[in-house]
Structures are given as structure tokens and as C-alpha cells.
């Protein structure tokens, strides 16, 4: 919650400045949102025109679809390491104990680790490759967060989901051959560490990264599904570069100045806030809000990019204010008073009239790029559960419980998809929480915003084996915002293979204005930058001229499928 408020005030230099872009921090709905139709709060105000297009020549542009190589293939598969806690090397005030409160245990005691303390062993690697780490441990509380180090480096992060001693897997972690220190360290709550055992994992199985590249939306407009297309072929191959650009300047923005300055290219991905075009924003004089539709124009349209848009929504002028809060706070919950469960259930029948009104007006900026052939990765009421582990929703959409979450967002759909007829919007859904997911029918890509401690550059496979789970069905998982950025290599390697990811403005990335910012370092950048499983801007495709099925392409086209 801290980092969350510092994230979002980080932004935020002067009142004068009208609150410039912070950091982020079941009903179905279909029937109620067709009766007010009828009875629209605000309808529309523009003829849509929509803007010609060259035509379409069906093309990869050379991009490589081949399977990633699976890096364990030159570990022995009879390679294993056990050892006891007790013979690890304790680290600052971690200790030993013999008691049973943790469970029954092996050997003459086990590891008692706080955070600021470690339990640490010299193991040697037969080779580079991926192995999983199996820790017989326990914890206080079910999903505990702990890390693993290497050389005194994050390295990926596990939980303990055991109150008495049982195993607790880390799995497909990449490590390079010869020996290395294995550190294991909670995150925050204690852990009880029994035993670790180290044994090689299993191959990556290319069929977890296999998902319809079907929209929710059938009408979706032809540009939309070709860049979904993409997204789908690229899923599990690559993982695409993205970038939040301060005060929707987009390519005028320093993030974006300064990455091209050190790399000559950008990131594929350009992400943009509606937050000033909030209706409640825009009554107190807030302006700047359309410079997120010319940058997403630009940048799609100009530079071949992909746009991501999310919406700091400010709630409706009769709910903001409250508790001391300042208008320009009113998409936090603290400084709201919506009840959403009263807005659904008929109670508050203004409420509902507000809701939909201000949906219209974000519908017209979005029928513009609609009209202008933009695709867009649309990420409304982002991180509605707040944090899954406490149950803080920090945002207002979130902070009366799922199901007024899920009714909320499948008005939002069917109102900009049918009522309005928006066929350019991608749907990524972030809320945190799987009991927030909104059903397969409304989502098109999960996500997830992690914000890890500086030089944190694990996979985050924690986060992103949770978000999968909102669902059964296999579909694209990004993470749709961060702070600290994540090794491709790992991430790669240990199956968390985000499709994208999206960092955040400011001091995520810079300091004083300059690359590297306060929680990557420079090296990890040009890693990242420079990796052949990281896509930038350049590296991109045609993806106005994407084929629509590329299954069918390959086959009328077999020199392609053959390079």
C-alpha cells in the first residue's frame, strides 16, 4: 500500500499541474445495460467517420516463428543435491531450532529466516540450465512470498503454501554451470526451513502457450485481430518491450527520449492514461487528457507501434471529496464514497445514470482511434482487488468486493462494445484478485502489475502461475505494469513467459531525468534491450499488414514457413 501510494503521488509535482500522471498505483450485467440503452445518461455527440486505409498484402515481414530451444537439454538427468537446513550457512540473524511447532522435521533441527536474514548453500552446477528447487519448509500463515538468490542476487521468488513442514517448489529456475551460493530469504513473514533438494526440471511443454486468437468481441475490427494474431503467434517466443510515457506525451516524453538515445530504437509498446478525460476531471478545469488519443494516433499510425490504455477513472462529482481527499484523488477508494453494490442493486439509481455517463464520454475518444484503425490493448479498473494477499482494494471500482467488480466491468464491456459499437479494443483484464475475473467472455489477455523491490529481477512466476489461474482456458498473461523489470532469460527459461511487459513512468525507469532509473540498473537494461527474445519497436512486424490466420498464410505461402 505504501509503495502503491508513492507510485501514484510520484507524478503529482504541483496543484498547478492539475495532478499530472501518477503511478499506479457474479451478475450478469448484459440484460441491465441493454435497458438503458434507451435511456442513455449522455449519448453520443460525433459522427463517427471512419478514415480510409491502404490496402492490406498479407505479410510476416521476415519475423521468426520458430519454437524457443529448451535450455535443459545438457543437464544430467540424474543430477540431484539434498542438504539440510541446519548444514547451510546461516546468514545475519537466522537461526536453528529443534522444537515441533513447525511440524515434524529431518536431521537435528531446521532454519529460522525473517527477512533480514538468509540461509545460504555452496552448490555445484553440472551445467546452464533449468532445475527445480523443492524446500521442505512452512510458514505462519498459506502464501508466504520468499526468494531465492544466487550469488546474493534475486533469482525468482517461491511461496510457502504449507503451516506445517511440507514441500514447496520453485520450479524451472535458470542457473549457469559451475558453483554458485543458493540463498533462500522470506520476503516479509517468517519462513521454517526444513531441508532443500535440487533436481533438474522438466522440459517446457510449447502447448501452455498455445490460446485462440479469437476475441471476446466477434465484430472486432480487422486491424484489432491481426495485432491479436500477433500477440498470440508471439506468445511463449518473445516477450514484447513496453513503456508508459509521462503526461501521455509519447514520443516527447523523456522515458521514451532517453531509451532511444541509449538503444537507437523504443520499446514496441507505448502506454497511455484516459485519466484526464475523466468527466469529473474535466468539470475542474483538468486539461492535457486528449494528448493520450494524439499519441496513440502517432504512434500507431506513424510508427507501426502497439498502444496499451489504461483509465485512472475519477469518479462521478458526487462522490469525490470525501474524507479530506482533493478532487483531482477521486480514483482512490479512501477518498471516495460509491457503493457499487448500491449502484447494482437498484438503490442508487443516479449512480448507475453517472457510471454509464461517464462510460459514454470515454467511449468518444475511443471510437476516434476506433474510427482511425488504432488497435487497442484496453486495461479498464486495473488492480481492482489491490493485493490478493491482504484484501485492500486501493482503487474505488475495487473497494465494494468482486461481485459489484465483475457487474461493473461487463457494463463497461457490453456498453463500449455493443451499445457503442467499439470494435478496436483488445480487453486485458488486471484485477489482481481471480475472484474479481469477470469471465472468459469479457477478457482477452490477463495481467498483472507487479512491483517489485529494486535490483528484484526474478520472473515474478508467482504472479504470473497466479494469474493464469483466474481460468481454466489457456490466454495470454502479460504484466501489464512494473516497477523493477525481470530478467528475459529467467523468465524465458522457467516458463513465466510474459507476453509483454509495461513499465511505468518516472522514477521506474530514470533518475533526474537520465537512464537507469532508481530500480533497474543500466546493465539490466541493456540486457533486456539488447535480448533476442525481447521485442522492440524495430523488431516488430507489419502489423497493419499481419495475416489474419497465419496457420493459412504459411501454407499459400511454404518459403516462409520454411525459413
Not at 297 to 305: A, P, R, T, Y
Not at 381 to 405: I, K, Q, R, T, V
Not at 417 to 428: A, P, S
Request: glycine fraction near 8%; include cysteine; charged fraction near 25%.
Amino acid at each position: 500500500m505504501n509503495r502503491k501510494i508513492k507510485r501514484i503521488f510520484c507524478g503529482i509535482t504541483a496543484m498547478a499541474l492539475l495532478a499530472s500522471l501518477s503511478a499506479c498505483a457474479s451478475d450478469d450485467s448484459s440484460s441491465t445495460a441493454n435497458e438503458s440503452s434507451d435511456e442513455s445518461a449522455a449519448e453520443t455527440t460525433r459522427a463517427r467517420e471512419v478514415i480510409e486505409t491502404e490496402p492490406v498484402v498479407e505479410t510476416l515481414s521476415g519475423f521468426d516463428l520458430s519454437e524457443v530451444e529448451d535450455s535443459n537439454s545438457n543437464v544430467p538427468d540424474d543430477f540431484i543435491y539434498e542438504c539440510e537446513a541446519e548444514e547451510g550457512t546461516l546468514v545475519d540473524d537466522a537461526t536453528i531450532m529443534d522444537s515441533a511447532f513447525a511440524g515434524e522435521y529431518t536431521g537435528t533441527g531446521f532454519a529460522v529466516l525473517t527477512s533480514s536474514s538468509s540461509v545460504e548453500f555452496e552448490i555445484e552446477f553440472p551445467a546452464e540450465g533449468s532445475y527445480d528447487i523443492t524446500l521442505v519448509a512452512s510458514a505462519d500463515s498459506e502464501g508466504t512470498e520468499s526468494s531465492i538468490t544466487i550469488d546474493g542476487d534475486a533469482l525468482t521468488t517461491f511461496t510457502v503454501d504449507t503451516t506445517t513442514f511440507g514441500e514447496n517448489v520453485a520450479s524451472k529456475v535458470l542457473i549457469g554451470e559451475g558453483t554458485h551460493t543458493i540463498g533462500i530469504t522470506p520476503q516479509s513473514s517468517p519462513i521454517y526451513v526444513d531441508s532443500i533438494t535440487i533436481t533438474p526440471a522438466e522440459k517446457i511443454d510449447s502447448a501452455d502457450y498455445e490460446v485462440s486468437n479469437q476475441l471476446s468481441n466477434p465484430n472486432a475490427s480487422e486491424e484489432t485481430q491481426r495485432l491479436y494474431n500477433f500477440l498470440c503467434d508471439a506468445y511463449g517466443k518473445y516477450i514484447i518491450s513496453g513503456q508508459y510515457a509521462t503526461d501521455n506525451t509519447g514520443l516527447e516524453s523523456r522515458e521514451f527520449i532517453e531509451l532511444y538515445k541509449e538503444f537507437e530504437d523504443y520499446p514496441a509498446i507505448m502506454g497511455l492514461d484516459l485519466i484526464e478525460l475523466s468527466p469529473s476531471r474535466v468539470e475542474h478545469g483538468s486539461s492535457g487528457g486528449y494528448d493520450a488519443i494524439t499519441s496513440a494516433k502517432d504512434w500507431w499510425l506513424n510508427e507501426g507501434g502497439i498502444v496499451t490504455l489504461c483509465w485512472h477513472w475519477n469518479a462521478p462529482e458526487p462522490y469525490i471529496m470525501k474524507n479530506g481527499g482533493a478532487w483531482w484523488q477521486g480514483f482512490y477508494s479512501e477518498y471516495t464514497d460509491i457503493d457499487l453494490n448500491a449502484i447494482m442493486n437498484g438503490e442508487d439509481e443516479e449512480g448507475y445514470d453517472l457510471l454509464v455517463s461517464d462510460i459514454d464520454a470515454i467511449a468518444e475518444y475511443l471510437k476516434e482511434l476506433d474510427d482511425y484503425h488504432v488497435p487497442v490493448l484496453w486495461r479498464p479498473l486495473h488492480e481492482g482487488g489491490g493485493d490478493p494477499e491482504w484484501n485492500n482494494p486501493w482503487f474505488w471500482w475495487g473497494s465494494s468486493g468482486a461481485d459489484a467488480y465483475v457487474w461493473l466491468w461487463q457494463l463497461m464491456y457490453d456498453r463500449l462494445t455493443n451499445y457503442h459499437e467499439i470494435n478496436n479494443l483488445i480487453w486485458v483484464w488486471n484485477g489482481q484478485n481471480v475472484d474479481y475475473y469477470p469471465g472468459d467472455e469479457y477478457v482477452d489477455i490477463l495481467g498483472y502489475d507487479v512491483y517489485a523491490d529494486a535490483g528484484d529481477y526474478s520472473s515474478k512466476k508467482s504472479y504470473y502461475d497466479y494469474t493464469k489461474s483466474a481460468t481454466t482456458t489457456n490466454k495470454i498473461v502479460a504484466m501489464t505494469e512494473n516497477g523493477t523489470m525481470f530478467d528475459p532469460d529467467a523468465a524465458m527459461n522457467d516458463g513465466t513467459r510474459w507476453s509483454y511487459f509495461a513499465t511505468w513512468n518516472g522514477e521506474f525507469l530514470l533518475k533526474d531525468l537520465q537512464l537507469p532509473g532508481e530500480y533497474t540498473s543500466m546493465e539490466m537494461l541493456q540486457k533486456i534491450y539488447t535480448s533476442d527474445r525481447v521485442l522492440t519497436l524495430s523488431e516488430l512486424p507489419d502489423l497493419k499488414n499481419y495475416p489474419l490466420d497465419t496457420e493459412k498464410y504459411l501454407e499459400e505461402h511454404p518459403d516462409e514457413a520454411s525459413e
